[in-house]
């Protein structure tokens, strides 16, 4: 089984910049998406950027795009979430997930249901 481990969250001020990082236990072949998404207190879960692996296709969150890039490391089993210009409104629980049973395929890319396998999360809170 896929275990995700997050990391790299932390404290800013508004502009600053963080890069998460998630490591993906077993094989690359193990998942069909990975991707990252949060939580604020208060908010249901949402995407911030995922990836199908199938065709190298990525989602975007309108609230981040330009500011955020998803990259994957196939080597390293490493998905990172490089946050720049970072702003209040992106304070939340970040969390790295993959789909292993093939629902990213049923759903919308950015939708969560398609993710079957969670990290516990990182929290990034940026603060003036």
């Known amino acids: 089984q896929v275990q995700l481990v997050e990391s790299g969250g932390g404290l800013v001020q508004p502009g600053g910049s963080l890069r998460l990082s998630c490591v993906a236990s077993g094989s690359s072949s193990d998942y069909h998406s990975i991707g990252w998404f949060r939580q604020a207190p208060g908010s249901q879960r949402e995407a911030v950027s995922t990836i199908r692996r199938s065709v190298g296709s990525t989602y975007y969150a309108d609230s981040v795009k330009g500011r955020f890039t998803i990259t994957l490391d196939n080597d390293k089993n490493t998905l990172y979430l490089q946050m720049n210009s970072l702003k209040p409104e992106d304070t939340a629980v970040y969390y790295c997930?993959?789909?292993?049973?093939?629902?990213?395929?049923?759903?919308?890319?950015?939708?969560?249901?398609?993710?079957?396998?969670w990290g516990r999360g990182t929290q990034v809170t940026v603060f003036a």
């Open positions: 997930a993959t789909d292993t049973v093939g629902g990213s395929y049923v759903y919308n890319q950015e939708d969560l249901r398609g993710f079957d396998r």
